[in-house]
């Protein structure tokens, strides 16, 4: 099935000073797709997903979403973080209303919206509860939501499920996966475990040790919605752990006095 | 202080006698104290003079609040530069320190200013202020403004400072224009911190306010009333002086503000530290 390519990455490079994080980045990310990104720890991996989100400027290179160059954040990209970033003087559906707000969508409809997604993650109920009261899961189902709900093109999720316990986290990347084929959206997201890339990516990006480059793409030939007994994962596991080990081991290397 | 599951809404009837003994409690103990003090100077075991029975007090400041006296107006007096003090106080400490927390001039110019008067105690300005303004409602205003608007500045620049910067970037990716982001993001990130910078304001103010009211000699408020009844050897009018400011000071900060505390800090789960 042919599709048209969302988020285009060319000869893309990342400075810090004299340090470079990432140089040489050229990849094609297709409309629809679900492409993880893992890499050795602190390869960059999450720096190239906040050139795409726009939050940080690319020293080299071009980054462009459907066609046009990245500039900044904005509304045609969801962005999901680690430790959830929920705003605590809101409820659950006002958090999910924000973008919408932002937007000036009215009232009501923002509102119908929200509570539709709200449905979709399993978070019904919770309306009116402040994100104080609400555990790791429900957060990130919330902040999941709160993404989708103002229909970005292309969603960047930076280490979802970093932050959860392994019984929450089977859960929720459960429910990813369904929210994914639901809303039909490109996503791309950052993760350090080879299960969880290989578990819910059409594709693997691996990063290498710095100055990091895509040093493989692997192709997850599986059907959707995938279950993690199937013994079929296994091998695509062992295929990109492989691949991992080598770099994890070449950025050990580099950090040794 | 943060809530691990979902609060229950307990039923109308225990939050009723919930809230009748958290406040008999205190009412109990103090009620007590006062009872063992009216029969000790019944029984003369200590001398009625300078110490003298509740009832007394309390008789006296009765007759003050009733008509041809002035206890309503020394209390609307205080009240009223409080008020005014901390309204100052609010208005330019979230000014400075939202420039303090944000901006990098901000930093330069004020943080060594604010850091050298904040251990000048605040009485110590009054004798200048007395010089230079004299025995007005403005001098006793501007101690109140003084006292509080250090807490202000002080819990803002903690607040902004404990903004993430990824709070930011979740609006900017919505397409937040900057007015956007400063009422939704930046003004209600710090609105818990300038809750609780306002309660410690109006603690130091009200305290400093009685003092400043009583060394500035001014007309009407309860610092002056205490001032006024010391003069004239009225004993019972300073005691009573004395509960007035305590229960008032009480009401203000672990009533009022406490409510307001509460219904936002408390149930954002926000950790204010000081």
Not at chain 1, 1 to 15: F, G, L, T, Y
Not at chain 2, 7 to 14: L, T
Not at chain 2, 116 to 141: E, F, H, S
Not at chain 2, 151 to 161: L, P
Request: aromatic share 10%.
């Amino acid at each position: 099935m042919a599709s048209r390519p969302k988020i285009v990455a060319e000869n893309v490079q990342m400075r810090f000073g004299h340090v470079t994080a990432i140089e040489n980045v050229n990849c094609t990310i297709n409309e629809r797709e679900f492409v993880s990104i893992i890499g050795p720890s602190g390869c960059g991996k999450s720096t190239f997903l906040y050139l795409v989100a726009g939050f940080e400027k690319a020293s080299g290179g071009k980054i462009s979403i459907g066609g046009n160059p990245v500039t900044g954040p904005g509304p045609d990209r969801g962005v999901v973080f680690q430790e959830f970033v929920l705003f605590p003087w809101r409820t659950v559906l006002r958090n999910i209303t924000l973008g919408l707000e932002i937007q000036k969508v009215p009232r009501e409809e923002a509102e119908a919206r929200a509570r539709k997604w709200i449905r979709l993650t399993g978070l019904s109920g919770f309306e009116d509860a402040y994100p104080a009261t609400l555990s790791g899961g429900m957060k990130q189902r919330v902040a999941i939501a709160r993404a989708l709900a103002y229909e970005p093109e292309v969603m960047l999720l930076d280490e979802p499920f970093g932050a959860l316990d392994v019984q929450t986290k089977n859960y929720v990347i459960r429910d990813l996966q369904q929210l994914w084929i639901e809303a039909n959206k490109t996503m791309l997201m950052v993760t350090h475990s080879v299960r969880e890339a290989v578990l819910m990516a059409d594709r693997v990006l691996i990063f290498g040790a710095r100055p990091s480059s895509i040093v493989a793409d692997v192709k997850i030939d599986l059907p959707h919605p995938r279950d993690p007994a199937d013994p079929r994962l296994a091998a695509y596991q062992a295929e990109v752990t492989e691949i991992l080990s080598a770099e994890v081991d070449r950025s050990m290397i580099q950090s040794r006095p | 202080m943060s809530m691990a599951q979902k609060s229950v809404s307990a039923p109308f009837a225990h939050r009723v006698i919930g809230w009748t003994v958290s406040v008999a409690r205190p009412v109990i103990s103090i009620g007590a104290l006062l009872l063992i003090w009216e029969l000790a100077v019944q029984f003369r075991w200590i001398n009625g003079f300078l110490f003298p029975a509740p009832s007394a007090i309390f008789a006296s400041l009765l007759a003050d609040a009733g008509p041809g006296g002035d206890l309503w107006k020394h209390v609307g007096m205080s009240l009223y530069r409080l008020l005014a003090g901390m309204a100052l106080a609010i208005v330019f400490g979230t000014l400075i320190g939202i420039a303090i927390g944000m901006t990098h001039w901000g930093r330069l110019i004020f943080k060594p200013i604010i850091s050298a008067l904040m251990p000048v105690p605040t009485l110590a300005w009054t004798p200048i202020l007395l010089l230079i303004i004299g025995i007005d409602n403005r001098t006793t205003i501007l101690v109140v403004f003084i006292a509080a608007s250090f807490e202000v500045i002080y819990t803002i620049i903690t607040g902004i400072e404990q903004m993430s910067s990824r709070v930011f970037w979740v609006a900017r990716s919505m397409g937040a224009t900057r007015m956007q982001i400063f009422w939704k993001v930046i003004v209600m990130g710090i609105t818990p911190y300038l809750i609780t910078g306002v309660k410690l304001g109006v603690g130091y103010g009200w305290r400093a306010l009685i003092a400043a009211e009583m060394l500035a000699a001014s007309s009407y408020g309860l610092g002056f009333m205490i001032f006024h009844a010391s003069e004239y050897m009225a004993i019972e009018m300073i005691y009573g002086g004395i509960f007035c400011i305590a229960i008032l000071g009480l009401l203000l900060e672990n009533v009022v503000l406490r409510r307001i505390e509460i219904a936002t800090v408390e149930k954002w789960g926000v950790q204010v530290e000081r």
